[in-house]
């Protein structure tokens, strides 16, 4: 259905909105109501939002400062791509759908589709219970992901891609009209400046975009930045896969460790089949935990754990162990800015950007480009503020905030021995109910995978015969010898 009734749809329940947006795909009749859309960012979320408006515009340009490699190769712009990304269902099924067959394409490539038979997940040591089909979960380098994703982005007819760092934006009449920027090799103090003439202006320049200081400088408001203190320590190794995926017991495995477990501060373990025959292996810390900055240091780090992560440590390592640290998950607020000029949006971490051991970053942009062509078949009046995209991105930034972001200011609050309101406790008892009964319920696990894996709202965990279940599946389980 091409035509989409934005406030229709924004006064349905945030589950039923957030549930519509999960299964947005493309239609044949989408409006043309654009010539020139810029996207800033030529990363997952730019080159997602670039799918989405090469259906609306007459022509796409994706601005992006870093070169772009033909094959998979880890780049300056985006820090974090050597560490493990998981590419939850939401944002697998958002692909499938944009972009047809990509998840053929990445098996082709080597990558696997992990099915729950070949899967672990574990808490403090045991493992999750399953009911159904259970999910099937592409592993692949972020690099290769992104390599993927471009190729078929960059083969659509009306996209192309411009290298320059962007530097600002120019606005005629309160919308956004023209896109400066410095033509690759440029800097600060070059005068080879050039300008593009713009319709419709993505911001995908991920966690460290300066569209805030732009709209700043040029008398707009700027949108409130929300920080949650969440002091993370990657780090990442890659080791030689002597065994193919397909005759592989366990293929992909994922462990969290409470403090009451000894695990030497690993917090979260991950180890994935990935292409090019290999596996990827990542050690979680928190705050002064910093779990192996050497392979001898990350093969002792993982000697407590469940056995499988041994196992993936014996191989001959390839390359070194790569860190990363963050301190913070962030998000800036849109929906209630009173100045803000027409024809502009902003996606994927440059919006918000969590505590990245939920996985949720690039499914959420999916999400937002879901969000963005609802926007655009709601035909809505472009020489106005985007404000009911903002206000359908809100439902997807929340929900996952909430999952992310509940774990880490519980977390803090337990650590800083803070007194919290009673109905928040109560969310937070209920959350630790049905996480529990994960362990023993496979019914409830199926419930709480919708949520994390980002297919359903986190509302529908509040459901009182769900939790009603998960408490009882908690009482058998401990009256168990
Ligand atoms: C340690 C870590 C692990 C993660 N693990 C996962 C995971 O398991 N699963 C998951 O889904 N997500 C994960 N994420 C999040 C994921 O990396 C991001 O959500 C994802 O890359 C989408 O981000 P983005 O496209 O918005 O921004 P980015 O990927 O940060 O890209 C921003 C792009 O903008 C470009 N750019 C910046 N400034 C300019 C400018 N002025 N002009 C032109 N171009 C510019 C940059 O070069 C870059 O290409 C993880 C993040 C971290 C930090």
Same mark, same amino acid.
């Given at each position: 259905?091409?035509?989409? !009734?934005?406030?229709?749809?924004?006064?349905?329940?945030?589950?039923?909105?957030?549930?519509?947006?999960?299964?947005?795909?493309?239609?044949?009749?989408?409006?043309?109501?654009?010539?020139? #859309?810029?996207?800033?960012?030529?990363?997952?979320?730019?080159?997602? #939002?670039?799918?989405?408006?090469?259906?609306?515009?007459?022509?796409?340009? /994706?601005?992006?400062?870093?070169?772009?490699? +033909?094959?998979?190769?880890?780049?300056?712009?985006? $820090?974090?791509?050597?560490?493990?990304?998981?590419?939850?269902?939401?944002?697998?099924?958002?692909?499938?759908?944009?972009?047809?067959?990509?998840?053929?394409?990445?098996?082709?490539?080597?990558?696997?589709?992990?099915?729950?038979?070949? %899967?672990?997940?574990?808490?403090?040591?045991?493992?999750?219970?399953? +009911?159904?089909?259970?999910?099937?979960?592409?592993?692949?380098?972020?690099?290769?992901?992104?390599?993927?994703?471009?190729?078929?982005?960059?083969?659509?007819?009306?996209?192309?891609?411009?290298?320059?760092?962007?530097?600002?934006?120019?606005?005629?009449?309160?919308?956004?009209?023209?896109?400066?920027?410095?033509?690759?090799?440029?800097? %600060?103090? !070059?005068?080879?400046?050039?300008?593009?003439?713009?319709?419709?202006?993505?911001?995908?320049?991920?966690?460290?975009?300066?569209?805030?200081?732009?709209?700043?400088?040029?008398?707009?408001?700027?949108?409130?930045?929300?920080?949650?203190?969440?002091?993370?320590?990657?780090?990442?190794?890659?080791?030689?896969?002597? /065994?193919?995926?397909?005759?592989?017991?366990?293929?992909?495995?994922?462990?969290?460790?409470?403090?009451?477990? $000894?695990?030497?501060?690993?917090?979260?373990?991950?180890?994935?089949?990935? +292409?090019?025959?290999?596996?990827?292996?990542?050690?979680?810390?928190? =705050?002064?935990?910093?779990?192996?900055?050497?392979? !001898?240091?990350?093969?002792?780090?993982?000697? !407590?754990?469940?056995?499988?992560?041994?196992?993936?440590?014996?191989?001959?390592? /390839?390359?070194?162990?790569?860190?990363?640290?963050? &301190?913070?998950?962030?998000?800036?607020?849109?929906?209630?800015?009173?100045?803000?000029?027409?024809?502009?949006?902003?996606?994927?971490?440059?919006? %918000?950007?969590?505590?990245?051991?939920?996985?949720?970053?690039?499914?959420?942009?999916?999400?937002?480009?879901?969000?963005? &062509?609802?926007?655009?078949?709601?035909?809505?009046?472009?020489?106005?503020?985007?404000?009911?995209?903002? &206000?359908?991105?809100?439902?997807?930034?929340?929900? %996952?905030?909430?999952?992310?972001?509940? =774990?880490? #200011?519980?977390?803090?609050?337990?650590?800083?021995?803070?007194?919290?309101?009673?109905?928040?406790?109560?969310?937070?008892?209920?959350?630790?109910?049905?996480?529990?009964?994960?362990?023993?319920? =496979?019914?409830?696990?199926?419930?709480?995978?919708?949520?994390?894996?980002?297919?359903?709202?986190?509302?529908?965990?509040?459901?009182?015969?769900?939790?009603?279940?998960?408490? #009882?599946?908690?009482?058998?389980?401990?009256?168990? $010898?």
């Amino acid at each position: 259905m091409a035509f989409m !009734d934005l406030d229709h749809l924004l006064s349905e329940p945030t589950d039923a909105v957030f549930e519509t947006l999960v299964a947005v795909g493309p239609v044949e009749d989408a409006p043309l109501t654009i010539d020139t #859309a810029v996207v800033l960012g030529g990363s997952v979320a730019g080159l997602m #939002a670039a799918r989405v408006l090469a259906d609306h515009a007459r022509r796409v340009v /994706v601005v992006e400062a870093d070169a772009l490699p +033909e094959e998979a190769a880890f780049r300056a712009g985006v $820090p974090q791509d050597q560490q493990v990304h998981t590419l939850l269902p939401a944002g697998q099924r958002w692909l499938e759908r944009w972009m047809p067959g990509l998840t053929r394409e990445a098996q082709d490539r080597g990558a696997p589709f992990v099915g729950p038979e070949q %899967a672990i997940t574990a808490f403090d040591g045991v493992p999750q219970a399953s +009911e159904g089909e259970g999910y099937h979960l592409l592993a692949l380098s972020r690099p290769l992901l992104e390599v993927l994703i471009r190729g078929r982005v960059a083969a659509l007819p009306n996209v192309s891609f411009l290298r320059g760092r962007a530097t600002g934006l120019g606005y005629r009449d309160d919308a956004v009209s023209h896109v400066h920027y410095l033509a690759a090799g440029g800097d %600060a103090d !070059d005068r080879d400046a050039r300008t593009i003439e713009v319709d419709f202006v993505v911001d995908a320049m991920g966690r460290a975009s300066r569209l805030a200081h732009w709209l700043d400088d040029s008398g707009y408001d700027r949108p409130a930045l929300e920080r949650l203190e969440a002091p993370i320590n990657y780090a990442t190794a890659l080791f030689e896969r002597p /065994v193919k995926f397909a005759d592989l017991p366990t293929a992909g495995a994922l462990a969290l460790y409470t403090p009451r477990y $000894p695990s030497g501060g690993v917090s979260v373990a991950a180890a994935q089949a990935i +292409e090019d025959d290999r596996w990827l292996l990542m050690l979680m810390g928190y =705050g002064d935990s910093r779990p192996g900055r050497t392979v !001898d240091e990350m093969r002792s780090a993982v000697a !407590d754990l469940l056995p499988f992560f041994a196992t993936v440590a014996a191989n001959e390592p /390839v390359g070194d162990v790569v860190t990363y640290h963050q &301190a913070e998950s962030r998000r800036r607020h849109f929906t209630d800015l009173h100045r803000f000029p027409a024809r502009l949006v902003s996606v994927g971490d440059a919006v %918000a950007s969590f505590n990245p051991i939920y996985g949720q970053g690039m499914s959420s942009a999916a999400l937002h480009a879901s969000c963005l &062509a609802t926007y655009l078949r709601g035909r809505p009046d472009l020489d106005t503020p985007a404000r009911a995209f903002f &206000a359908l991105q809100q439902v997807v930034v929340d929900a %996952a905030w909430a999952v992310s972001a509940g =774990g880490d #200011a519980a977390r803090l609050d337990a650590t800083n021995g803070v007194e919290v309101p009673e109905e928040l406790r109560l969310q937070r008892w209920a959350m630790e109910q049905i996480t529990a009964a994960t362990l023993v319920d =496979g019914a409830v696990t199926d419930a709480f995978l919708q949520v994390t894996y980002m297919l359903r709202h986190p509302a529908t965990l509040a459901d009182p015969a769900l939790l009603a279940r998960a408490v #009882a599946a908690g009482e058998r389980h401990r009256q168990t $010898p």
